[in-house]
């Protein structure tokens, strides 16, 4: 489950990157379902960060790697 989710997570890296920011995995707890991340650069403070991370994170990672069921900003 880790390397899909990295592998979403590099999909999806570019888009962040092209307006400052970016993205790190923190970790994968496979038996929850519950993935961390850590938004940086521009994404640090951004009004539309949370908004970032459901729509745009959260989603692509559930919608592509079976067994996700949250997405988390640490």
């Known amino acids: ?3 899909d989710v990295e592998n979403v997570i590099k999909e ?6 092209a307006d400052g920011g970016d993205i790190e995995l923190v970790d994968v707890d ?3 379902g519950i993935v961390k991340v850590r938004l940086k650069g521009a994404c640090v403070g951004c009004p539309m960060a949370q908004m970032t991370l459901a729509e745009g994170v959260g989603r692509n ?10 997405v988390v900003a640490v």
């Not at 999806?12 to 990157?17: E, F």
């Open 12 to 17: 999806i890296r570019p888009h962040l990157q």
């Open 61 to 70: 990672l559930k919608e592509k790697v079976p067994g996700i069921k949250d």
């Open 30 to 32: 496979e038996k929850q």
């Open 1 to 3: 489950m880790k390397k």
